[in-house]
């Protein structure tokens, strides 16, 4: 295993109206020796309200990209609509 994805990783730092980007989870994980050397990748949206934070995340972990996947998705079936995207 070279890497973890979290879905729904915005839970991970929520807040109880809010996602805080700076939670002790995130400082946890990046002074773990064998963790903070892994891919993490974050799937960055919750139920909760604000909860989409792609683009939020800190700087160790990449993002699960939602919107890029489906509009890609969208192009090789031959939707239209995505040319413009």
Do not use: M
């Amino acid at each position: 295993v070279d890497g973890f994805r979290f879905d729904l990783a915005s839970t991970l730092a929520r807040e109880f109206y809010d996602v805080d980007r700076l939670s002790a989870f995130f400082d946890i994980i990046q002074q773990d020796p064998v963790i903070s050397q892994v891919k993490l990748i974050a799937g960055p949206w919750d139920v909760g309200e604000g909860g989409y934070q792609v683009g939020n995340f800190p700087g160790l972990w990449t993002e699960w990209n939602g919107k890029y996947r489906d509009t890609v998705r969208d192009f090789w079936r031959g939707e239209p609509a995505t040319l413009g995207e």
